[in-house]
């Protein structure tokens, strides 16, 4: 049976903001206890404001959720979950998807609960001032971690595990910065932006399907406190995702590699605005349709 990530407190959500190398598996990797909490500091002060900005309808940038100390403690929680020998960043010693990265993937029940607080919070902000942001209901979590500069490339969330809806894909950067790129077509210029720690940016609705990259990890941009972080500059990139299409099947995505699936990305491409727009009913749908199940099996459901 697979491990599960043990329960702990949710950290505090503050309104407010702080401001290419081989890495293998830790010989003695972390261990989770089951009484371990996430200690949070008690007496921090908030000197800045919630900062949330529409890039455009269905993509959003919210910043200072967290605090600097939030989420120094949630990256050395996530690099605890990630040294776990069976279910973590490395296999056989090695990052598990690339020469410099590793990935988590599973469903938000083996991770705390506090992490669905955060996601809320996080969408509730980019829905008050975004009107074409669609909710969400968070069922898997995706951690990836980036041990070197080199990013992702140009792709589309629009596979069974990333969720066949058009609610929107939640992204939370800690640590390194990196640049993020979008655009909407292949032939259209690249728009970009720098995501730094404690950034999430959210997109959903008429976004939900657009190409995005990683260009870049900023190795030498990160936070204060990962200046003494254990494994050195890395990004922690978390993504909350509404997947319920693959409930029970987390196994078959757990070292998923859409490079070798490229066939989906080039097929989308192909589509007319008219057989994206089919498509995207049938997802709706299909969304709808699950949500009414859950809502049926839930307790207090008819």
């Known amino acids: 049976a697979r491990r599960s990530v043990q329960e702990r407190r949710p950290p505090?959500?503050?309104?407010?903001?702080?401001?290419?190398?081989?890495?293998?598996?830790?010989?003695?990797?972390?261990?989770?206890?089951?009484?371990?909490?996430?200690?949070?500091d008690q007496n921090q002060t908030n000197n800045t404001k919630l900062n949330a900005q529409v890039l455009e309808p269905g993509l959003v940038i919210v910043r200072g959720l967290l605090t600097a100390h939030d989420e120094e403690r949630m990256a050395r929680e996530v690099w605890t979950w990630g040294n776990d020998t069976s279910n973590g960043f490395f296999k056989d010693g090695v990052p598990n998807a690339t020469q410099g990265r590793g990935r988590m993937f599973d469903a938000a029940e083996?991770?705390?609960?506090?992490?669905?607080?955060?996601?809320?919070?996080?969408?509730?902000?980019?829905?008050?001032?975004?009107?074409?942001?669609?909710?969400?209901?968070?069922?898997?979590l995706l951690v990836n971690c980036y041990m070197s500069s080199d990013g992702l490339q140009w792709h589309r969330d629009c596979y069974e595990n990333d969720g066949k809806s058009?609610?929107?894909?939640?992204?939370?950067?800690?640590?390194?910065?990196?640049?993020?790129?979008?655009?909407?077509?292949?032939?259209?210029?690249?728009?970009?932006?720098?995501?730094?720690?404690?950034?999430?940016?959210?997109f959903g609705g008429p976004c939900r399907l657009m190409l995005h990259k990683v260009k870049e990890i900023l190795l030498d941009n990160i936070p204060p406190w990962?200046?003494?972080?254990?494994?050195?500059?890395?990004?922690?990139?978390?993504?909350?995702?509404?997947?319920?299409?693959?409930?029970?099947?987390?196994?078959?995505?757990?070292?998923?590699?859409?490079?070798?699936?490229?066939?989906?990305?080039?097929?989308?491409?192909?589509?007319?605005?008219?057989?994206?727009?089919?498509?995207?009913?049938?997802?709706?749908?299909?969304?709808?349709?699950?949500?009414?199940?859950?809502?049926?099996?839930?307790?207090?459901?008819?």
């Open 12 to 40: 505090r959500l503050h309104r407010s903001r702080p401001p290419a190398r081989e890495l293998r598996a830790s010989p003695r990797p972390a261990r989770v206890t089951p009484n371990q909490t996430l200690p949070m």
């Open 110 to 140: 083996r991770f705390p609960t506090w992490l669905k607080d955060i996601c809320n919070a996080a969408v509730a902000e980019a829905r008050r001032i975004d009107p074409e942001m669609p909710p969400m209901d968070y069922t898997h």
């Open 166 to 202: 058009d609610h929107p894909v939640v992204n939370l950067t800690l640590g390194a910065a990196c640049t993020f790129a979008w655009k909407h077509e292949v032939d259209d210029p690249e728009k970009t932006v720098v995501l730094e720690s404690g950034d999430f940016i959210l």
């Open 226 to 302: 990962m200046r003494t972080f254990e494994p050195g500059p890395v990004r922690f990139s978390i993504t909350f995702r509404d997947a319920p299409e693959v409930r029970g099947r987390e196994e078959e995505f757990k070292y998923f590699k859409f490079s070798a699936s490229m066939k989906e990305q080039e097929a989308f491409n192909k589509m007319t605005k008219e057989e994206r727009a089919r498509m995207a009913r049938a997802y709706q749908d299909e969304a709808e349709r699950l949500a009414a199940e859950r809502a049926m099996t839930a307790p207090g459901g008819a």
